[in-house]
């Protein structure tokens, strides 16, 4: 199902908040590193095309401008195309083998009588961001380390 672009930048901004950042991940996903950039970017970028504009205008007039214009838009999207791949991972459905280790999550946080709220037959990247947050919040660290060993 096609989604609007504002509802991607939505869904992939509620996923940079979900997916919990702990080392343990990064060598199995590439959400680790795509949320740190797109952190940095987010922070980063906005001051970054101000000044690079404003120099550009500065050195070489106003004759520059449309140049100025697209460096400033290049830097402004970058930010943009991270929440864009974010929010286009979360909403795809995971595939087999971590579908799997979603339902072992589940039924692990559920034996410890964690409060779990996710849990659906076709789940998606995001209840796996869901799932990790809760497993890694809610249970003690020997268990969350035999997920990843």
């Not at 401008?65 to 974010?86: E, R, V």
């Not at 339902?103 to 799932?131: D, N, T």
Request: glycine share 4%; hydrophobic share 45%.
């Amino acid at each position: 199902m096609a989604q609007s672009m504002v509802t991607m930048f939505r869904q992939g901004h509620k996923y940079l908040n979900t997916w919990p950042n702990k080392k343990q991940l990064y060598a199995y996903f590439p959400e680790c590193k795509v949320i740190a950039a797109t952190r940095l970017a987010i922070r980063s970028m906005p001051p970054l095309a101000v000044v690079s504009c404003a120099l550009l205008l500065d050195t070489f007039g106003t004759s520059y401008l449309p140049q100025a214009i697209a460096i400033g838009a290049f830097f402004l999207s970058l930010p943009l195309q991270g929440l864009l791949w974010l929010g286009q991972r979360a909403d795809q459905p995971l595939p087999a083998s971590l579908k799997n280790w979603y339902f072992e999550i589940y039924s692990k946080l559920q034996e410890e009588g964690c409060e779990v709220q996710v849990r659906k037959s076709e789940p998606k990247y995001q209840e796996l961001a869901m799932i990790l947050k809760a497993a890694f919040e809610q249970l003690d660290q020997g268990l969350t380390r035999s997920f990843f060993n």
